[in-house]
């Protein structure tokens, strides 16, 4: 599975950024994409993640209501759509993916920086 992020960037709170994931493999069904994110001296965080078979989506609990990730099977590609954004949002973000029933996240593409100012 490769994977590359492509779409960050620097905007005020309150606005907004769409990060894509393109993705590519032999097959995507039995992955789970997700995106990550790891601010300054934090670590790595979970952010959102989408099935890609059912297009079941999960959520940290800080970004409920705000972000919100989708799958295009025609792009093969995972979105992730960033809304009011909080200078606390402020990472580099990765995607990744994992086999549904795995715990480890093996394929990971190189991060894209959110910067949000106050």
């Known amino acids: 599975v490769q994977l590359q992020a492509s779409g960050g960037g620097s905007v005020q709170a309150g606005g907004s950024l769409r990060l894509s994931c393109a993705v590519s493999a032999r097959t995507l069904s039995p992955y789970m994409i997700v995106w990550f994110r790891q601010a300054p001296g934090e670590q790595r965080e979970f952010v959102a993640g989408?099935?890609?078979?059912?297009?079941?989506?999960k959520y940290i609990d800080s970004v409920k209501g705000r972000f919100t990730v989708s799958r295009d099977k025609f792009k093969n590609a995972v979105d992730l759509q960033m809304n009011s954004l909080k200078p606390e949002d402020t990472a580099l973000y990765y995607c990744?993916?994992?086999?549904?029933?795995?715990?480890?996240?093996?394929?990971w593409g190189q991060g894209t920086q959110v910067t949000v100012s106050s």
């Open positions: 989408i099935t890609w078979s059912g297009g079941a989506t």
């Open positions: 990744a993916a994992k086999e549904l029933s795995a715990s480890e996240i093996p394929y």
